[in-house]
């Protein structure tokens, strides 16, 4: 049993671990593959966390472990755990894993150090029911973690037109595409549901899935919120648009969005 699995045996099956509820990923691999492309930017927390204050580390809603093998091989020294309430997710993270201090479940570790949310929130939002988010919320007010991080798609992009031209060019390129994405979520018109698009389009294998997940199910503000009541004050804050997707959507588009739209958040949270 390695180092990390020993630290973490005291996993409990508790209440705060729901049952999956989102529809099947049609293709996984290429599911995470898609995903892995802006793992730079999720690194965003590297130099701004004093790694002396902490020992024990849960990434969770790991899929694959591409991240946690990451974290792992950069603190060799550290605790590092990878939680997926998705079993087939931990199983291909399990595959050629050798880390010493890495240990991989699908069992909610029972506490630890740093939790790390990476695109997770607008998940537990969009597939969770009310007692469920609920849930999530009950059980990392138990598990204390001193540092909360936090990166995913928490803005305040609203109804304001965009750039007519732009639209015009995602349209063109992916009439289909567009066209399921207008019915659930109305034009693509708008700052809001123009970038909703854009964030989505390449899951192109799991089409039917993505497109009806809300990616901006959780709100910026909803988060503050709740981190506040839990009794955390926020260590950084930074929103952004992330280097990755301005290079990708200027590729596939030839438009530059530029600086203008804040749609990703990253947060670390400090327990007071
Ligand atoms: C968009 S992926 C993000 C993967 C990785 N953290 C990253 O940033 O690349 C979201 C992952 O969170 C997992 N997930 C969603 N809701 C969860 C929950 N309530 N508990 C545990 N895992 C969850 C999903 O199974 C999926 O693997």
Redesign the pocket.
Request: contains cysteine.
């Given at each position: 049993m390695s180092k990390s699995k020993q630290l973490f045996q005291e996993v409990i099956q508790n209440d705060f671990?729901?049952e999956?509820k989102?529809m099947k990923?049609q293709n996984i691999k290429s599911?995470?593959t898609v995903?892995?492309l802006?793992?730079f930017d999720?690194f965003f927390w590297l130099d701004k966390l004093d790694s002396t204050k902490w020992q024990d580390f849960v990434?969770?809603?790991?899929?694959?472990g591409?991240?946690?093998k990451k974290i792992a091989d950069i603190f060799p020294e550290k605790n590092i755990c990878g939680?997926?309430?998705?079993a087939e997710?931990i199983g291909y993270a399990n595959q050629d894993c050798n880390f010493e201090n890495l240990y991989f479940t699908?069992v909610?570790p029972y506490s630890s150090d740093v939790v790390?949310?990476?695109?997770?929130l607008?998940?537990?939002y969009h597939?969770?029911d009310k007692a469920?988010i609920e849930s999530?919320w009950n059980w990392l007010e138990t598990a204390k973690p001193k540092y909360v991080i936090v990166?995913d798609m928490l803005n305040d992009l609203d109804g304001k037109p965009i750039i007519n031209e732009w639209v015009v060019k995602v349209k063109n390129k992916y009439p289909k595409f567009v066209k399921d994405f207008e019915k659930k979520y109305g034009d693509i018109n708008t700052e809001r549901n123009f970038f909703h698009f854009l964030l989505k389009y390449s899951y192109k294998e799991n089409w039917v899935r993505e497109c009806a997940e809300n990616y901006f199910a959780c709100s910026l503000s909803e988060v503050e919120h709740k981190m506040k009541t839990l009794g955390y004050r926020v260590l950084h804050k930074d929103t952004t648009t992330s280097p990755y997707f301005k290079q990708k959507w200027e590729r596939d588009f030839v438009f530059f969005v530029g600086d203008n739209y804040q749609i990703f958040s990253k947060l670390i949270f400090e327990k007071i």
């Open positions: 671990c729901f999956q989102s990923i599911y995470n995903m892995a802006s793992y999720k990434d969770y809603g790991c899929a694959d591409f991240l946690t939680f997926d309430y998705n997710m699908s909610l790390l949310l990476s695109s997770v607008h998940e537990i597939y969770g469920q999530f990166r």
